[in-house]
């Protein structure tokens, strides 16, 4: 999956082609993410949203699946709030 696929995910956008005023949000939103501090909140980020499930991270790293849903809901609220949309 390339970021533009998984940030459609994200919004539920259709799968189809999309018109530019979602286009542009998306790289907004790859932008966003590219500014968050924390390397292990923008790489658990992407994992997930990549196609990885809770329980699937939680096992691979040894994380605990909590402690992902938790860096997994800041970083989409930081997201959210920077662009200025309802958390």
């Known amino acids: 999956l390339n970021w533009k696929n998984i940030l459609i995910m994200i919004y539920n956008l259709p799968n189809h082609e999309t018109d530019n005023t979602k286009l ?8 966003e993410l590219d500014k968050i501090d924390y390397w292990y909140d923008r790489e658990l ?11 699937s991270l939680a096992e ?3 994380i605990s699946r909590n402690s992902i849903f938790t860096t997994i809901d800041k970083v989409r609220t930081i997201i959210k709030k920077e662009l200025n949309e309802d958390v």
């Open 60 to 62: 691979k790293t040894g």
């Open 45 to 55: 980020f992407k994992l997930y949203y990549s196609g990885e499930t809770l329980d």
């Open 24 to 31: 542009e949000k998306l790289e907004l939103i790859d932008k």
